[in-house]
């Protein structure tokens, strides 16, 4: 039982990786031993989050990546496996939301950029690492998503759209390839404090709004997910594949009385 979260010697390459969520869950990974791969815009920031992994005795390397653009993703996959061997951990957390407003005013090039990042990006990696994975009979492909996938909103309506698409995605990619023992996952936060939801948590009208509906009556920091990403890296997530793992503080489960 010891064993369940030890993923020492394992290979993790985690996009979006230089803050926030993305951060706080290459940390994790490296803390349970795995080789861990942080990759963002920006080499200096993810140089940054692999010297504090490397300062706690873990074993990483920083990466450049546009993950809009495919070539830049192919040399993603080619440097991690240059560095490290193999790709057995992907967890595809970068992201954007351009846009926020009615429906009715998406700008054409706002909802391309959203769909590209946050869905076709996915796809991309998928198709890259999957068949690595499926010759060594092993791996776990985690997208990160989020609650806004799951209902209905005002203004969050295009980015909404591609977590929902997320969702599909790791179902479709976890039937095809669960007999090649690969688990495609989602996690899906509630509101967590980031610099990617500024907008969101630092607006006194949303933010109390979200506390009010709140059961734990707070807002997510970045470590809250991280044990998820761990558990469904890990021989403790071996049979859980083709699942969205809501990590909200309790949003979805209902209205609190506030």
């Known amino acids: 039982m010891k064993h369940l979260f030890d ?3 394992k290979v993790a390459v985690v996009t979006g990786g230089s803050k926030g969520i993305g951060k706080a869950i290459a940390e994790a990974l490296a803390a349970h031993g795995a080789r861990v791969v942080v990759a ?6 993810c140089q940054a989050v692999v ?99 799951l209902k209905g909103d005002k203004a969050l309506g295009a980015y909404a759209i591609s977590k929902a698409a997320d969702f599909q995605l790791a179902r479709n990619l976890a039937v095809e390839f669960g007999k090649d023992n690969i688990r495609v996952n989602c996690i899906a936060p509630g509101l967590v404090k980031t610099d990617f939801a500024k907008a969101l948590w630092t607006d006194p009208e949303r933010s109390s709004k979200r506390l009010a509906g709140t059961p734990m009556a707070r807002l997510g920091e970045p470590e ?31 209205a609190t009385a506030g």
């Open 7 to 9: 993923i020492t010697g």
């Open 224 to 254: 809250d997910l991280a044990g998820i990403a761990v558990y469904l890296a890990a021989p403790a997530g071996s049979w859980t594949t083709g699942q969205v793992f809501v990590v909200d503080g309790g949003v979805m489960a209902g």
């Open 51 to 149: 010297d504090g992994i490397k300062a706690d005795g873990g074993e990483a390397t920083a990466i450049a990546c546009n993950i809009t653009n495919r070539p830049d993703l192919e040399r993603l996959v080619k440097e991690s496996e240059a560095a490290y061997g193999q790709i057995d951990i992907m967890v595809a957390n970068a992201a954007v939301n351009p846009f926020m407003g009615s429906n009715l005013d998406i700008p054409d090039d706002a909802f391309q950029k959203i769909m590209t990042c946050n869905v076709q990006s996915n796809l991309w990696l998928a198709q890259m690492i999957i068949p690595g994975m499926q010759a060594r009979k092993d791996g776990s492909f985690i997208i990160v998503s989020s609650i806004g996938g």
């Open 40 to 45: 963002s815009r920006k080499l200096d920031a």
